[in-house]
């Protein structure tokens, strides 16, 4: 099974205030894309192609190649949001593959099961499959003054992760018609009326936002 692997790494990391791009904020001594980089090359991943900030391609580079010698890694500059850097970096897919992963640099720690298990969904006939955890909090909606609309019933809410794993057919087609942005791909899916697979996710996938999902990284994977 061919697996082609997309990287957005474009995002400033603002919110995490580190003042470098969250990709190359190191845990473990070593940037979080080189940590996502290297898991998705063990789980099987042919090739990988990292969306880099436009100004800032040649770092993003080296701490991609730095996951494995003569690693088949690309880079391209990404796009003024994430939806569009991953189009930027789907644009850049050339050849055939069975199965493409889209992966948050961000998630650099995501299990090589999961990401196989990913794989294993999508090669056995899911035209899209992501992992997901369930809530352990009550969810509600608010409105803007911040007062409670609704409470949501839990046992149906699930947290997503990535990767996310696609045919190359359903993806450039979800996103050929995106209109806006979406905060992950598969929203984009579910506008075509396409079934969404769901497959166990990893507390080990959490994403490094802020400084304190970075502190708890470096304890666990340190
Ligand atoms: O902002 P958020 O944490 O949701 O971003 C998720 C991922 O999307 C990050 O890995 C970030 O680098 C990437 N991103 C991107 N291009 C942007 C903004 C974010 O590739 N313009």
Redesign the pocket.
Known sequence: CEVVALV????Q?V?LGAGL???LVPVAGEPLLTHAVRRLLDAGVREVIV?APPDGVEPIAEAARAAAVDAPVRVVP?????T???RLALDAVHGRFDVVLVH???RAFTPVETIRAVISAVAAGAPVAIPVLPVADTVKVVDADGMVIATSDRSSLRLVQTPQGFTLDVLRQAHAQAAGVA?DDSALVERLGIGVHTVEGHPHAM?V?TPFDLAIAEAVFG
């Open positions: 957005p790494a474009a995002g990391g919110r791009p969250k990709a969306a990404g796009g003024a949001d994430r569009e850097s991953v948050d640099a961000a905060t994403k936002t």
